[in-house]
T-cell receptor, first 113, second 113 residues
């Protein structure tokens, strides 16, 4: 077990729904990340939080809204998604934002109908 | 623009054989090169990493070979086992900047029994 837990594991939503993905890390890390994984593509970094402050937003559409209430929890709020947003969404953490070793959760497999 | 190019996309190897996955990078500022292993239904996990001050790093059956002048690095899995069947991602970053970790597109390895 990596110490990074993501829920739900699977999510099917319509284009007009609002849902949230949750990530919790039990490693005492201070940096957390959202990645998007699509088939046969490199992992795409979406957001980075360090000590609860967002430090990176890689031109992600506004229909994805992150929230980091404390250093152990990270959310990704979803609304009015498009079918092309269907992917595996991975949460990761690291000791801090300069340490390169990432610890990933198992991901949420999202399908947008 | 993809900064880390990974090949092959898929690889089938017989048990006991050698698996070789290659990556090439463009940014000469990269100085940290990890490999991540991902099993189905799980998130990626750090397998082995190298910095350019050495040309090779070995951990058990896994070896990274690094060629700084060619801007290439590769993962060699000796005595490949069915349990090694997974997707492997190479990555590159600049030391001190975890958010700059750039991933390759992945190689799906199947080791036949």
């Amino acid at each position: 077990e990596t110490g990074v837990t993501q829920t739900p594991r699977h999510l099917v939503m319509g284009m007009t729904n609002k849902k949230s993905l949750k990530c919790e890390q039990h490693l005492g890390h201070n940096a957390m990340y959202w990645y998007k994984q699509s088939a046969k593509k490199p992992l795409e970094l979406m957001f980075v939080y360090s000590l609860e402050e967002r430090v990176e937003n890689n031109s992600v559409p506004s229909r994805f809204s992150p929230e980091c209430p404390n250093s152990s929890h990270l959310f990704l709020h979803l609304h009015t998604l498009q079918p092309e947003d269907s992917a595996l969404y991975l949460c990761a953490s690291s000791l801090d934002r300069v340490r390169e070793k990432l610890f990933f959760g198992s991901g949420t497999q999202l399908s947008v109908l | 623009q993809q900064q880390v190019k990974q090949s092959p996309q898929s690889l089938i190897v017989q048990k006991g054989g050698i698996s070789i996955i290659n990556c090439a990078y463009e940014n000469t500022a990269f100085d940290y090169f990890p490999w991540y292993q991902q099993f189905p239904g799980k998130g990626p996990a750090l397998l082995i990493a190298i910095r350019p001050d050495v040309s090779e790093k070995k951990e058990g059956r896994f070896t990274i070979s690094f060629n700084k002048s060619a801007k290439q690095f590769s993962l060699h899995i000796m005595d490949s086992q069915p349990g090694d069947s997974a997707t492997y991602f190479c990555a590159a970053s600049i030391t001190g900047s975890a958010r700059q970790l750039t991933f390759g597109s992945g190689t799906q390895l199947t080791v036949l029994p």
